[in-house]
């Protein structure tokens, strides 16, 4: 199980396209030629997948959705397929790209799922390795030495969500305590206006809090 607290690190649009450019060159400078390159989705495969074939310059791009992790990092019970491949790949040879290797268990499923299809091979590619996952890609932009849950600017919204919900957990709270929480336990600074429109959204439209005299609670 995870933490009560741990730090994070957002990484920005313009670092992120960085390390899929750092990507596509380790791929390209290996020799390695795919057929297909598959995206992990709907975590943080897409973006990465999409950068790195515009630098490789490869067309083909496909996706499958595996889930392992649930909101603000609160784990599930196992890693499953939830969306297969919708194509064929008997003989072929994949990359598959994700943002992150966590635990490691993502790939380690994608690629047991991928060889009962038919691949030839498969290869994977991510942007950050982080040293404590129990499995290492073929290829990462760059090596996390020390463990922090990393926020990428395709799941900011999500991910910040997601840690509001787990400070309500622990009880009712103003915007000045969440915002306190979130930097104390996670070092998280939040953007005003998206943090305003984050509890706007658990509360109005997620169904998954209330709001009463300027303090927030997990609706019951």
Not at 11 to 34: F, K, M, N, T
Not at 71 to 86: H, Q
Request: glycine content about 8%.
């Amino acid at each position: 199980m995870m933490p009560d607290t741990f730090p994070c690190e957002l990484i920005s649009w313009e670092h992120s396209c960085a390390l899929a450019q750092r990507l596509a060159y380790a791929v390209r400078d290996s020799g390695y030629q795919p057929d297909l390159v598959v995206a992990i989705g709907r975590g943080g495969g897409y973006v990465p997948a999409r950068i790195v074939c515009d630098h490789l310059m490869h067309e083909i791009l496909t996706s499958i959705k595996i889930e392992h992790w649930g909101v603000a990092a609160e784990e599930r019970s196992k890693t499953v397929i939830r969306f297969p491949l919708g194509v064929d790949v008997a003989s072929a040879r994949l990359l598959v790209v994700d943002d992150v290797t966590d635990t490691g268990d993502t790939l380690t499923v994608a690629i047991s799922y991928l060889m009962k299809c038919g691949a030839a091979e498969v290869r994977t590619a991510v942007l950050q390795h982080k040293q404590t996952s129990g499995y290492r890609p073929d290829y990462y932009a760059e090596l996390i030495t020390e463990w922090r849950w990393i926020i990428y600017p395709w799941a900011v919204y999500e991910d910040i969500s997601g840690f509001v919900i787990r400070i309500l957990k622990k009880g009712p709270a103003t915007v000045e305590e969440i915002l306190s929480a979130l930097t104390e336990d996670f070092c998280i600074t939040v953007d005003a206006e998206m943090f305003t429109e984050i509890c706007t959204d658990l509360v109005q439209r997620g169904g998954k809090a209330e709001e009463t005299g300027g303090i927030l609670r997990i609706d019951s």
